[in-house]
């Protein structure tokens, strides 16, 4: 099994940036493929980003292309999350998953292991 944590959120002004972090514990992280959700109040769970166990393959929702940028330490056992350029609709609950053996998640069934989650505020 592996444990997720997340850090990295807070308050920002739109146009700012932010550094997402996805902490692994337990089960060594490069035997997971690696993804990022968001949850916005009201709205449905959606993948932002997603990894594959090596960080040779990526994954971006048209939301977050060309403004995000995900990758993994594997030694630090830690996924990052870049985020650029935010907008007041980046404003959501960021979730860290997880699949054993996993490529590219994105679909949320498809993740086995959640984080808590990590809250950004994006201002105008």
């Known amino acids: 099994q592996v444990q997720l944590v997340e850090s990295g959120g807070g308050l920002v002004q739109a146009g700012g940036s932010l550094r997402l972090s996805c902490a692994a514990s337990g089960r060594t992280l490069g035997d997971y493929g690696v993804a990022w959700f968001r949850q916005a109040p009201g709205k449905e769970r959606e993948v932002v980003s997603a990894i594959d166990r090596l960080g040779g393959t990526t994954y971006y929702a048209v939301s977050a292309k060309g403004r995000f940028i995900i990758s993994r330490d594997n030694a630090k056992k830690t996924v990052y999350l870049q985020m650029n350029s935010l907008r007041p609709d980046d404003t959501a609950v960021y979730y860290c998953?997880?699949?054993?053996?996993?490529?590219?998640?994105?679909?949320?069934?498809?993740?086995?292991?959640w984080g808590q989650g990590t809250q950004v505020t994006v201002s105008s």
């Open positions: 998953a997880a699949r054993l053996f996993g490529g590219i998640i994105v679909r949320r069934e498809h993740a086995e292991y």
